[in-house]
């Protein structure tokens, strides 16, 4: 079976020159590659259909065969004999019916001979063992296994424990015939069916109705309807209490008669006796004895709860130390934590937290709010300032205080922890807006500070405003006036009076005053110096009414005292009755004078 081979590379002719004779294609050249052609399709097979010749396949040693079908596997076909085992055969051609076979240890499968590869069934319906010599043996009853000591096919068997089986005895109740174990009785009242170590009971009549209870010792002695107890111990001392919930071990330990009970968690209600109390939470109104009405969501939330009615702690340990206090409310990790009166309510992380207080109708909301206050009737509500301090946070004894913001109790100035009956306004940084107290001013912001009586109390340094409209001080004092000359001042002995009053009202100064003196030294005109603020630049000049003794005029003139701009004085003159210009009244040594005047600054 030969190849095809090329004998004349027709391709080169192309690149000889022309006239070369060994570019012309001879016809012998042609005939040539024909024949060889011819030889090598004659010696190849077809695709489809091949007839193989040579050489014969006979018996290969080694084959693939892919889709091949029609295999003959009958003597005269190519295979001839028993195919061996190690060939996928049985190396037996022929095998008894129902006949069990065995390995043969040659290579061949045969068939296994009863009584010595097996020992044979000595009935049909026996039970078979392992004889311990590679076959089996009838089991003896009594022996090998427990036989059933009545009943028939249709009997339960069940393990006995001793390598054998028992028959299963059927309760009351039910029944077995035919292999199948049927109800023939109704459901009644169940007592506890003890399942290891958990007991379970569930009815819908009888002593304990409705009764649900799993958990050991879950409801053990109930007797009141619809109560559900789910754990160890839960609703361990129930007896006709009804529609209450425990889940929980230890839940409603404790209860017996009280009703509408929800207990959530481990020991949740421990020592509860009253109703229509809800705890869900680990220790949850854990102490709570006789009260009603009360709601403690969060681990330990209202914890030491005894007889107080009517309270709501939702947190971590909020309203933690309440025994007696009702109507209290805290939400909050650990609100209220410290507080036992009543009336209270307390919002926020530690509100009202650490004060032991026992005081009633406090009111705290935001975070430490109140934290340290062992007062009654005060209301704080703010955040913290920058650092974590709560509003009113400092206050301790103070009583019927109320603060809006972050004013901790002792900053900008006020200081009210152990005060009572203040009210305030501040900022998210404490600073005070408003702040008054009862027989108190109004005080604004700026560091003023509520003083006696009523009225509004301004900063002591004036915060001015550029609001033409604005009001931003005001002021009362005294001043002390003073006789100076203009040229020289000289010392003056004042023998008698000296006061001054004023009161400054935005830039607007009111003023009087009061001077008698027995003698002095000045020289030049007379003035009386010592205002209390100095007049403004723009100031008007404005007169001063006046009434003098002593004080020696010019004929026929009356006094008209005046102040000048960015003054401190009051320059003491006088004009003719009948008109004329005005000129000053000399410095003297004795004299009194009363003064009354307006200025602005």
């Not at 091949?50 to 050489?55: D, F, G, K, Q």
């Not at 020289?523 to 404005?542: A, C, I, K």
Request: proline share 3%; net charge negative.
């Amino acid at each position: 079976m030969s190849n095809y081979t090329k004998s004349t590379n027709f391709a080169a002719k192309d690149s000889l020159p022309s006239g070369n004779a060994g570019k012309v294609v001879k016809g012998t050249e042609i005939n040539t590659e024909f024949d060889n052609i011819a030889t090598a399709i004659a010696t190849k097979a077809d695709l489809n259909s091949p007839t193989l010749v040579t050489p014969n396949l006979g018996t290969p040693s080694a084959a693939v065969l892919t889709n091949a079908t029609g295999l003959p596997l009958t003597a005269g076909a190519g295979v001839a004999g028993t195919l061996p085992v190690a060939n996928g055969g049985t190396g037996a051609s022929t095998f008894s019916s129902g006949a069990l076979l065995k390995g043969a240890g040659t290579s061949a499968i045969t068939t296994a001979t009863a009584g010595t590869d097996y020992a044979p069934a000595t009935s049909g319906t026996a039970i078979l063992k392992g004889n311990g010599t590679g076959g089996f043996s009838n089991a003896a009853a009594g022996t090998d296994y427990a036989a059933a000591t009545t009943g028939t096919s249709a009997q339960l068997l069940a393990n006995n424990g001793s390598g054998g089986f028992s028959n299963v005895t059927v309760g009351s109740g039910l029944s077995l015939s035919a292999g199948t174990l049927s109800n023939t009785a109704s459901v009644s009242a169940a007592t506890p069916t003890t399942l290891g170590t958990v007991y379970g009971s569930m009815t819908t009549s009888g002593a304990s109705p409705y009764l649900t209870a799993l958990g050991y010792n879950a409801a053990p002695s109930a007797s009141g309807a619809h109560n559900t107890a789910v754990g160890w111990s839960s609703a361990y001392s129930i007896t006709s209490g009804d529609r209450n919930v425990a889940v929980g071990n230890y839940s409603l330990n404790a209860l017996q008669t009280g009703v509408y009970n929800t207990a959530i968690g481990f020991a949740a209600l421990y020592t509860n006796t009253g109703s229509s109390n809800t705890a869900i939470g680990k220790d949850a109104l854990y102490l709570n004895s006789s009260g009603f009405a009360n709601v403690g969501i969060g681990v330990s939330a209202l914890y030491s709860n005894t007889t107080a009615s009517n309270s709501t702690a939702v947190g971590y340990q909020a309203g933690y130390s309440n025994q007696t206090g009702a109507y209290f409310t805290a939400f909050g990790n650990k609100a209220a934590y410290a507080h036992t009166g009543s009336y209270v309510t307390a919002i926020g992380g530690l509100a009202g937290g650490a004060g032991g207080n026992s005081n009633n109708s406090n009111t705290f909301v935001g975070y430490a709010a109140g934290y340290n206050t062992t007062g009654a009737a005060n209301t704080f509500v703010g955040a913290a300032s920058t650092g974590g301090v709560g509003c009113g946070e400092a206050v301790t004894t103070g009583s019927k205080n109320t603060i809006l913001g972050a004013y901790s109790g002792n900053q900008d100035g006020l200081d009210i922890r152990t005060a009572s009956n203040y009210a305030i306004i501040s900022d998210g940084d404490g600073n005070r807006l408003l702040s008054t107290a009862n027989g108190y001013s109004l005080a604004l912001d700026g560091g003023a500070v509520p003083q006696s009586g009523t009225g509004i109390t301004f900063p002591a340094t004036q915060s001015a405003s550029s609001d033409a409209n604005t009001l931003d001080d005001y002021e009362e004092g005294t001043w002390t006036p003073t006789i100076i000359g203009s040229i020289t001042a000289g010392t003056v002995n004042y023998g008698g009076s000296r006061v001054g009053r004023y009161t400054k009202i935005g830039r607007l100064v009111q003023f009087e005053c009061y001077v008698t003196w027995s003698s002095g030294t000045g020289t030049g005109s007379l003035r009386v110096s010592g205002l209390p603020f100095t007049t403004g630049s723009g100031s008007t000049y404005p007169p001063v009414a006046c009434a003098l003794e002593s004080v020696t005029l010019a004929a026929n003139n009356y006094a008209c005292p005046y102040i000048a701009n960015s003054d401190t004085f009051i320059y003491m003159a006088q004009n003719p009755t009948g008109g004329g210009s005005r000129t000053l009244i000399d410095y003297d040594a004795a004299g009194e004078i009363q003064l009354m005047g307006t200025f602005s600054i």
